[in-house]
């Protein structure tokens, strides 16, 4: 159980450095020791998902490094505007979440991945202090950083990520 | 000739970037229409004439699969070439749009991949 949340952990960053470098060209360094971002600063995109298992995953991110992830996914010098920034922060927890899953459950599962959405402040603290998180990833970015936490639904204090297997 | 192309995608900011990749393929694209859903797409080449559609998989509304589903229902649309570009990685899905018909590029995506993609469905040899 704790080796597959490990490894849930060690794919979440292997896929959000991957996505992050190839989508808005930034690069990422992982940090593990640090406590938890300071969300109050932060804009955080939360997409919810079904299939083999269901859940959600947060990403949140550095308020002042929304421009820069926006400008560089668009290719643009301009300022970015805040519709294109939480647009662009949102397609990103798209694409680490679509890959996400297949990585942990295999490609032979389906799953489907509900629209990203930018969370307002109030709920964020709802979620965060509601349950404990499966996975969760610690970022630096190049002038902030960035945290991933995955929740699984239906799971108790034993959060499991192996397959369903039948009642015996 | 100019290729006339529609790109459907919920994220304003993925369509940009597919577009700007298009641009870098060094084809002659024509035309470009965007769209933020299947719904919308559906509605779009009803008022256009394109020669190829990129689709997400993953819209509110209606999703990707359902609008490829309705245009090759539609003799009108039926015979357009499709090009997936979504997060997608479920082989049963992948399987379904291969027999639609549809080609598929993982998001995500280099403009390489891109280019390389739509020279085989426009059936483009290297120096056209
Ligand atoms: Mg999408």
Partial sequence: MTDQIAEAKETIYQVAEDVLEKLAFLFSFREEERGPMDYGSAVVASVSFTGQFKGRLLMAVSSEMLPELAANMLGIEEETSPEEQRDALKELINVICGNLLPEIAGRKQLFNVNTPRILPSGEIEAIISDKNPAATAKLALEEGQCDLILYLDDAGPGVSLEPETPEP | ?128
């Fill in chain 2, 1 to 128: 000739m100019a290729i006339n192309i529609l790109i459907v995608d919920d994220s304003a900011v993925m369509r940009a970037m597919i577009l700007k990749s298009l641009r870098m393929t060094g084809l002659d694209i024509g035309e470009t229409y965007q769209a933020g859903n299947g719904q919308e797409g559906l509605e779009a080449l009803n008022d256009n004439w394109v020669d190829m559609v990129i689709v997400d998989i993953n819209m509110p509304v209606m999703n990707g699969e359902e609008m490829i589903g309705q245009m090759r229902e539609n003799p009108a649309t039926a015979d357009i070439p499709i090009v997936v570009i979504s997060t997608e990685g479920s082989e049963a899905r992948l399987e379904r749009l291969r027999e639609k018909g549809a080609a598929f590029i993982h998001k995500p995506f280099t403009p390489e991949t891109i280019r390389d993609t739509m020279r085989t469905m426009l059936h483009l040899e290297e120096n056209d």
